[in-house]
Structures are given as structure tokens and as C-alpha cells.
T-cell receptor, first 115, second 112 residues
């Protein structure tokens, strides 16, 4: 589980707050992802970064703002969230290397509660 | 739009029994993944299936892929309590890189 780390592990915030989720991968991967996992719904892909460049925004509301300063770090900035945004937010990384199998490795997640 | 469907969504079984979880998907793909998630934990990669007819086995779990039928199965042999978890299949249709579409998950409970 130390390959992909996420902080904080739990977060409670009001609708007017601004907070950030952090993800760090120690696997030397070149792609990173944000997913949202809500109760009774499949994992939803939010954002994809390949070699620090955002390659996918899966129709995510602008109150979620990703940032990828380098291949090892990924942030998700949150502002003016809604209660329905409460969920487990998972970060993942994958090699994005032609010589390797493209398996995604997941972090432990941040459990977010919006009041 | 790619759709990935798992069944059953809930499975309660006794220790020692066998069962199969099914994963159907709607678009051609030759990359399918199985993950396990324990309550309150993250997803753990179990199997990567990369071609038609691929079969992988690890302990009491065996996964297979039929790309023509667009079907993958996860077979559980002689279940034990430690296998209780939620199992997800995920399909990748990206030709360069990775873009996973997940099924809803199968919540497995193995009873003593």
C-alpha cells in the first residue's frame, strides 16, 4: 500500500470551504488518475494525467480542480462543494510505458464528507 | 458508450462451496482487470487478462477472458471467509495508455 499514498485519509468540510487532496506515487509511473467512488455506484473516472498533461476531464464540475506539478504528485482542489460530492476519492497511477502492462495501482483513498 | 455489467451484485455463500462471478462488457476490448476491495480499503489488483482465452489463477480464484463473447469470469473454488470482499471487473479500451471502465462490483460474503 505504500506505492500510492493519499492525504488526508478523512476530510469533513463545509460547502463554503476550500480544501485540497494530495496523492503521491512512488512507483516511477507516468500516468495518474482521480476516481470518485459513491455508495452503490461504479467507480467514476474524473481526471487523467499522462506525463503531467491532463488528457481527460470526464465532465467533472468546475468545483473540482486537478493539478499535476510532476509525474509523482497529483492534487485535487475542492471549493464550494455540495453534499452529493461526499464520497471516497481514489487516486491511481499506471506505468504508461510500452514495455509494461498498464495496470492501475490505487491509493487508500480520501473519505470526504461535505456538510 | 462502454458498459460493464457484473452479476451477481451480491453473493452470499458458504465456506467450501464454488461459485462464479460474471462480467459482461459492451465494446470490443482485449484488456480486462479484476480488483478486490475490502471494506474501508482501497482496490487491490488481482488479475490482468490481456488476450482471448487468457486464464489466470491465484489460490482459490481463477479468472478467464472470452473476448468474442465479451465476457470474463471470476471463479471461486472452495471459498473461505478471507475471500469476503467486493470484487470489481474493469475494461480498458484505450489503445495507448489506460482508461478503465468499472463494473458495479460484486459484494461477496463467505459464511462459516
Amino acid at each position: 500500500e505504500t506505492g500510492v499514498t493519499q492525504t488526508p485519509r478523512h476530510l469533513v468540510m463545509g460547502m463554503t470551504n476550500k480544501k485540497s487532496l494530495k496523492c503521491e506515487q512512488h512507483l516511477g509511473h507516468n500516468a495518474m488518475y482521480w476516481y470518485k467512488q459513491s455508495a452503490k455506484k461504479p467507480l467514476e473516472l474524473m481526471f487523467v494525467y499522462n506525463f503531467k498533461e491532463q488528457t481527460e476531464n470526464n465532465s467533472v464540475p468546475s468545483r473540482f480542480s486537478p493539478e499535476c506539478p510532476n509525474s509523482s504528485h497529483l492534487f485535487l482542489h475542492l471549493h464550494t462543494l455540495q453534499p452529493e460530492d461526499s464520497a471516497l476519492y481514489l487516486c491511481a497511477s499506471s506505468p504508461r510505458d510500452r514495455g509494461l502492462v498498464e495496470t492501475q495501482y490505487f491509493g487508500p483513498g480520501t473519505r470526504l464528507l461535505v456538510l | 458508450e462502454l458498459k460493464v455489467e457484473q452479476n451477481p451484485l451480491f453473493l452470499s455463500m458458504q465456506e467450501g462451496k464454488n461459485y462464479t462471478i460474471y462480467c459482461n462488457y459492451s465494446t470490443t476490448s482485449d484488456r480486462l482487470y479484476w480488483y478486490r476491495q475490502d471494506p474501508g480499503k482501497s482496490l487491490e489488483s488481482l488479475f490482468v487478462l490481456l488476450s482471448n482465452g487468457a486464464v489466470k489463477q491465484e489460490g482459490r480464484l481463477m479468472a478467464s477472458l472470452d473476448t468474442k463473447a465479451r465476457l470474463s469470469t471470476l471463479h471461486i473454488t472452495a471459498a473461505v471467509h478471507d475471500l469476503s470482499a467486493t470484487y470489481f471487473c474493469a475494461v480498458d479500451i484505450e489503445t495507448s495508455g489506460s482508461r478503465l471502465t468499472f463494473g458495479e462490483g460484486t459484494q461477496l460474503t463467505v459464511n462459516p
